[in-house]
């Protein structure tokens, strides 16, 4: 009965195959937001927050003032000094890494991850302050 049903309802069999698909092997959606600069601006006004800076230490000449640098190379291994109960804002040096820390956050059951899009150069560019 199964199988003429299915013959017999060709076109909904195929749909809710493909759906099944989808649900199973579908792009499992982010658990972080890449903001442009004002929605950053906005996140740092409502304080709480802590703007991590991936870079790898001979790259920065300046940074985003407060910024904490832990470079992506080494976030897996102090990812425990960071407080889960505060917002992160990561940065790289054009938005790339800054992507991979966010997603690598989140697996290790972080909430409220930002990411800077077109990272510290996008912050330059916008004419905001930075530090030595």
């Known amino acids: 009965e199964i199988?003429?049903?299915l013959i017999d309802q060709w076109m909904l069999s195929t749909i809710v195959i493909v759906?099944?698909?989808?649900l199973?092997?579908?792009e499992k959606p982010k658990k972080y937001k890449i903001l442009d600069i004002n929605e950053i601006i906005n996140i740092l006004d409502s304080g709480n927050t802590i703007i991590l800076d991936v870079r790898e230490q001979k790259e920065i000449k300046n940074k985003i003032k407060?910024?904490?640098?832990?470079p992506l190379s080494d976030l897996k291994n102090k990812i425990n000094d960071l407080d889960k109960s505060k917002k992160i804002i990561t940065y790289c040096q054009n938005g790339v890494r800054s992507k991979t820390a966010a997603n690598l956050l989140v697996k290790n059951q972080f909430t409220?991850?930002?990411a800077i899009k077109g990272g510290f150069d996008a912050w330059v560019?916008?004419?905001l302050p930075v530090e030595k």
């Open 3 to 5: 199988l003429q049903f």
């Open 125 to 127: 560019k916008s004419g």
């Open 24 to 26: 199973i092997y579908g």
């Open 112 to 114: 409220n991850i930002y």
């Open 66 to 70: 407060s910024a904490i640098n832990i």
């Open 19 to 22: 759906l099944i698909a989808l």
